[in-house]
Protein backbone atom coordinates (compact mmCIF):
# COMPACT_ATOMS: atom_id res chain seq x y z
CA UNK A 1 0.00 0.00 0.00
CA UNK A 2 1.56 3.21 -0.88
CA UNK A 3 1.83 5.67 1.92
CA UNK A 4 0.70 8.60 2.94
CA UNK A 5 -2.89 7.60 1.96
CA UNK A 6 -6.57 9.60 2.51
CA UNK A 7 -9.46 6.72 3.63
CA UNK A 8 -12.30 8.25 2.95
CA UNK A 9 -15.45 5.71 4.76
CA UNK A 10 -18.86 6.27 3.14
CA UNK A 11 -20.30 4.99 6.32
CA UNK A 12 -24.59 4.83 6.08
CA UNK A 13 -24.51 8.13 4.59
CA UNK A 14 -27.57 8.56 2.39
CA UNK A 15 -24.96 10.47 0.24
CA UNK A 16 -22.72 7.81 -0.20
CA UNK A 17 -24.62 4.89 -0.87
CA UNK A 18 -26.54 2.97 -3.45
CA UNK A 19 -26.06 4.80 -6.29
CA UNK A 20 -24.86 7.51 -5.02
CA UNK A 21 -21.96 5.37 -3.13
CA UNK A 22 -21.24 4.59 -7.33
CA UNK A 23 -20.85 8.34 -7.83
CA UNK A 24 -18.94 9.50 -5.29
CA UNK A 25 -16.30 6.65 -5.50
CA UNK A 26 -15.86 8.03 -9.11
CA UNK A 27 -14.99 11.69 -7.95
CA UNK A 28 -12.46 10.03 -5.25
CA UNK A 29 -10.93 8.31 -8.63
CA UNK A 30 -10.75 11.19 -10.95
CA UNK A 31 -9.12 12.78 -7.50
CA UNK A 32 -6.63 9.81 -7.27
CA UNK A 33 -5.83 9.72 -11.40
CA UNK A 34 -5.47 13.41 -11.37
CA UNK A 35 -3.04 14.35 -8.50
CA UNK A 36 -1.33 10.78 -8.37
CA UNK A 37 -2.59 10.98 -4.29
CA UNK A 38 -3.23 7.36 -2.51
CA UNK A 39 -7.17 8.23 -2.60
CA UNK A 40 -8.94 4.99 -0.98
CA UNK A 41 -12.77 3.95 0.07
CA UNK A 42 -14.76 2.08 2.29
CA UNK A 43 -18.03 1.37 1.39
CA UNK A 44 -21.33 -0.46 2.63
CA UNK A 45 -21.01 -4.22 1.47
CA UNK A 46 -24.25 -3.92 -0.10
CA UNK A 47 -22.38 -1.43 -2.59
CA UNK A 48 -18.90 -2.59 -2.67
CA UNK A 49 -19.61 -5.31 -5.93
CA UNK A 50 -20.26 -2.89 -7.88
CA UNK A 51 -17.92 -0.09 -6.85
CA UNK A 52 -15.43 -2.40 -6.85
CA UNK A 53 -16.22 -2.86 -10.52
CA UNK A 54 -16.37 0.91 -11.68
CA UNK A 55 -13.45 2.04 -10.06
CA UNK A 56 -9.45 1.49 -9.88
CA UNK A 57 -8.53 2.95 -6.61
CA UNK A 58 -8.44 0.92 -3.53
CA UNK A 59 -11.58 -0.72 -1.80
CA UNK A 60 -12.46 -1.43 1.60
CA UNK A 61 -15.21 -3.24 3.28
CA UNK A 62 -16.13 -1.62 6.73
CA UNK A 63 -16.31 -4.48 8.66
CA UNK A 64 -15.60 -8.43 7.76
CA UNK A 65 -16.12 -10.89 10.20
CA UNK A 66 -14.28 -14.08 10.41
CA UNK A 67 -16.08 -17.17 9.44
CA UNK A 68 -14.62 -19.08 6.00
CA UNK A 69 -17.39 -20.55 3.41
CA UNK A 70 -20.29 -22.43 4.47
CA UNK A 71 -23.76 -21.98 6.90
CA UNK A 72 -22.90 -18.88 8.01
CA UNK A 73 -25.65 -16.80 7.22
CA UNK A 74 -25.56 -13.10 7.32
CA UNK A 75 -21.96 -12.56 8.01
CA UNK A 76 -19.61 -11.10 5.51
CA UNK A 77 -16.70 -13.08 4.92
CA UNK A 78 -13.26 -11.72 3.90
CA UNK A 79 -12.94 -14.59 1.28
CA UNK A 80 -16.06 -12.76 -0.54
CA UNK A 81 -15.20 -9.30 0.00
CA UNK A 82 -11.98 -10.09 -1.74
CA UNK A 83 -13.92 -12.20 -4.55
CA UNK A 84 -15.81 -9.08 -4.85
CA UNK A 85 -12.84 -6.94 -5.89
CA UNK A 86 -12.39 -5.25 -2.49
CA UNK A 87 -8.62 -4.26 -1.78
CA UNK A 88 -9.09 -4.00 2.23
CA UNK A 89 -11.15 -3.92 5.23
CA UNK A 90 -11.95 -2.07 8.39
CA UNK A 91 -11.96 -3.08 11.30
CA UNK A 92 -12.60 -2.35 14.93
CA UNK A 93 -14.77 0.98 13.98
CA UNK A 94 -15.65 3.23 16.68
CA UNK A 95 -19.09 2.47 15.29
CA UNK A 96 -18.61 -1.31 15.20
CA UNK A 97 -16.43 -1.95 17.89
CA UNK A 98 -15.49 -6.00 18.58
CA UNK A 99 -13.75 -7.69 21.58
CA UNK A 100 -10.00 -8.78 21.50
CA UNK A 101 -10.92 -12.07 20.85
CA UNK A 102 -13.69 -11.77 18.11
CA UNK A 103 -10.83 -8.57 16.63
CA UNK A 104 -7.84 -11.16 16.12
CA UNK A 105 -9.70 -13.75 14.53
CA UNK A 106 -11.38 -10.81 12.01
CA UNK A 107 -7.81 -9.79 11.76
CA UNK A 108 -5.94 -13.47 10.93
CA UNK A 109 -9.36 -13.88 8.91
CA UNK A 110 -8.82 -11.23 6.33
CA UNK A 111 -5.23 -11.39 5.94
CA UNK A 112 -5.39 -15.06 5.19
CA UNK A 113 -8.20 -13.76 2.60
CA UNK A 114 -5.61 -11.39 1.07
CA UNK A 115 -6.98 -7.86 2.56
CA UNK A 116 -5.30 -5.47 3.57
CA UNK A 117 -6.48 -4.63 7.17
CA UNK A 118 -6.78 -1.28 8.60
CA UNK A 119 -7.87 -1.64 11.98
CA UNK A 120 -9.41 1.37 14.43
CA UNK A 121 -8.93 2.33 17.60
CA UNK A 122 -10.59 5.02 20.35
CA UNK A 123 -7.30 6.10 21.72
CA UNK A 124 -3.30 5.00 21.48
CA UNK A 125 -3.15 2.89 24.22
CA UNK A 126 -6.02 0.93 22.48
CA UNK A 127 -4.33 1.29 19.34
CA UNK A 128 -0.67 -0.30 21.08
CA UNK A 129 -2.36 -3.49 22.20
CA UNK A 130 -4.35 -3.71 18.49
CA UNK A 131 -0.93 -3.26 16.68
CA UNK A 132 -0.16 -6.59 18.50
CA UNK A 133 -2.56 -8.23 16.79
CA UNK A 134 -0.85 -7.39 13.45
CA UNK A 135 -3.08 -5.42 11.19
CA UNK A 136 -1.43 -3.51 8.36
CA UNK A 137 -2.19 -0.32 9.75
CA UNK A 138 -4.40 1.17 12.95
CA UNK A 139 -6.34 4.19 13.05
CA UNK A 140 -6.63 6.03 15.94
CA UNK A 141 -9.79 7.89 16.28
CA UNK A 142 -11.10 9.97 19.40
CA UNK A 143 -14.94 9.12 19.40
CA UNK A 144 -15.76 12.31 20.76
CA UNK A 145 -14.72 14.00 18.21
CA UNK A 146 -16.27 11.81 15.54
CA UNK A 147 -18.70 13.15 12.92
CA UNK A 148 -18.30 16.81 14.81
CA UNK A 149 -16.21 20.31 13.09
CA UNK A 150 -13.45 19.64 15.37
CA UNK A 151 -10.77 18.05 13.82
CA UNK A 152 -8.23 15.19 15.77
CA UNK A 153 -5.31 17.60 13.85
CA UNK A 154 -6.33 20.89 15.29
CA UNK A 155 -7.46 19.49 18.90
CA UNK A 156 -5.71 16.79 20.09
CA UNK A 157 -2.48 16.85 18.31
CA UNK A 158 -1.26 14.63 21.20
CA UNK A 159 -3.18 11.93 20.52
CA UNK A 160 -1.47 11.56 17.12
CA UNK A 161 1.99 12.01 18.62
CA UNK A 162 1.73 9.72 21.27
CA UNK A 163 0.34 6.78 18.81
CA UNK A 164 3.29 7.36 16.44
CA UNK A 165 5.49 7.12 19.69
CA UNK A 166 3.51 3.87 20.74
CA UNK A 167 2.58 2.04 17.66
CA UNK A 168 5.41 2.91 15.56
CA UNK A 169 6.09 5.07 12.13
CA UNK A 170 4.45 4.25 8.98
CA UNK A 171 1.50 2.42 10.95
CA UNK A 172 -0.94 4.71 11.76
CA UNK A 173 -3.73 6.67 10.50
CA UNK A 174 -5.64 9.18 12.25
CA UNK A 175 -9.26 10.46 12.16
CA UNK A 176 -12.22 12.06 13.40
CA UNK A 177 -13.12 15.52 12.29
CA UNK A 178 -10.68 15.81 9.46
CA UNK A 179 -12.07 18.03 7.11
CA UNK A 180 -9.49 19.85 5.35
CA UNK A 181 -5.63 20.07 3.82
CA UNK A 182 -4.32 21.84 6.93
CA UNK A 183 -5.86 18.66 9.04
CA UNK A 184 -4.17 16.25 6.64
CA UNK A 185 -1.06 18.30 7.00
CA UNK A 186 -0.59 18.52 10.74
CA UNK A 187 -1.50 15.16 11.18
CA UNK A 188 1.60 13.87 8.62
CA UNK A 189 3.84 16.34 10.32
CA UNK A 190 3.17 14.98 13.58
CA UNK A 191 4.15 11.35 12.17
CA UNK A 192 0.68 10.16 10.97
CA UNK A 193 0.58 7.99 7.67
CA UNK A 194 -2.62 9.00 6.63
CA UNK A 195 -6.07 10.61 7.78
CA UNK A 196 -9.21 8.35 7.90
CA UNK A 197 -12.45 10.41 7.28
CA UNK A 198 -16.12 10.70 6.60
CA UNK A 199 -18.40 13.85 6.80
CA UNK A 200 -15.88 16.00 5.60
CA UNK A 201 -16.33 14.88 2.16
CA UNK A 202 -19.56 12.63 1.90
CA UNK A 203 -22.16 16.12 3.61
CA UNK A 204 -19.75 18.35 1.34
CA UNK A 205 -21.69 19.85 -1.04
CA UNK A 206 -18.57 19.70 -3.48
CA UNK A 207 -16.92 16.40 -2.47
CA UNK A 208 -14.44 16.44 -5.43
CA UNK A 209 -13.20 20.30 -4.31
CA UNK A 210 -12.69 18.85 -0.42
CA UNK A 211 -10.92 16.37 -1.53
CA UNK A 212 -8.72 18.25 -4.22
CA UNK A 213 -8.33 20.46 -0.73
CA UNK A 214 -7.69 17.53 1.53
CA UNK A 215 -5.09 15.75 -1.06
CA UNK A 216 -3.01 19.45 -1.13
CA UNK A 217 -2.51 18.44 2.18
CA UNK A 218 -0.34 15.08 1.51
CA UNK A 219 2.28 17.42 0.37
CA UNK A 220 5.36 18.21 2.41
O1 LIG B 1 -14.30 6.42 9.74
C1 LIG B 1 -14.04 7.78 9.78
C2 LIG B 1 -14.72 8.43 10.89
O2 LIG B 1 -15.12 7.72 11.96
C3 LIG B 1 -14.43 9.85 11.13
O3 LIG B 1 -15.63 10.43 10.77
O4 LIG B 1 -17.08 12.19 10.04
O5 LIG B 1 -15.38 12.62 11.83
O6 LIG B 1 -14.64 12.29 9.50
P1 LIG B 1 -15.68 11.99 10.52
Known amino acids: MKLPLILVNFKAYEQAT ?14 AKET ?9 ALDLARVCEVVDIPVFAQHTDFEGYGGHTGHILPDMVKEAGAYGTLLNHAEFQLGDETLEKCIDAAKRAGLFVVACANDPSRAKKIAGFNPDL ?7 LIGGELSVSKTEPAIIEKAVDLVGAGKVLVGAGIKDGEDVKIALALGASGVLLASGVVKAEDPYSVLMDLVSGLKS
Not at 18 to 31: D, P, R, T
Not at 36 to 44: D, F, P, Q, R, Y
Open 36 to 44: GANVCIAVS
Open 18 to 31: GESAVSLAKIHEKV
Open 138 to 144: VAVEPPE
